[in-house]
């Protein structure tokens, strides 16, 4: 089990840059492939970023590559998400997951954060 907790969202202006965190609670942080997904209003929630348990491998949404940087610290049981060059299109609720899996033609997730609210302001 691993419980998540996210911060480090905010408001910002189209450009600009957020770093968000998720603290995560349990042994078995290491063990997991972590990821982010969002959720904009009306929408339904969609992936972001993906890592492997050892960081040797990174998995982004075509609509987040280039500006987005997904990290971890197993040591430090966190998971980091930076946002550069931030769209007013990028305003959602963003979400860490746990044990990210890749099943079918969609990434799905065990555990989830209760989500930190990111706005991009034009």
């Known amino acids: 089990q691993v419980q998540l907790v996210e911060s480090g969202g905010g408001s910002v202006q189209a450009g600009g840059s957020l770093r968000l965190s998720c603290a995560a609670s349990?042994?078995?942080?290491?063990?997991?492939?972590m990821g982010w997904f969002r959720q904009a209003p009306g929408k339904e929630r969609e992936f972001v970023a993906a890592i492997t348990w050892n960081s040797g491998n990174l998995y982004y949404a075509d609509s987040v590559k280039g500006r987005f940087t997904i990290s971890r610290v197993n040591a430090r049981n966190a998971l980091y998400l930076q946002m550069n060059s931030l769209k007013p299109e990028d305003t959602a609720v963003y979400y860490c997951?746990?044990?990210?899996?890749?099943?079918?033609?969609?990434?799905?997730?065990?555990?989830w954060g209760q989500g930190t609210q990111v706005t991009v302001s034009s």
């Open positions: 349990g042994r078995t942080f290491a063990n997991y492939a």
């Open positions: 997951a746990g044990n990210v899996q890749w099943v079918g033609t969609e990434y799905k997730y065990d555990y």
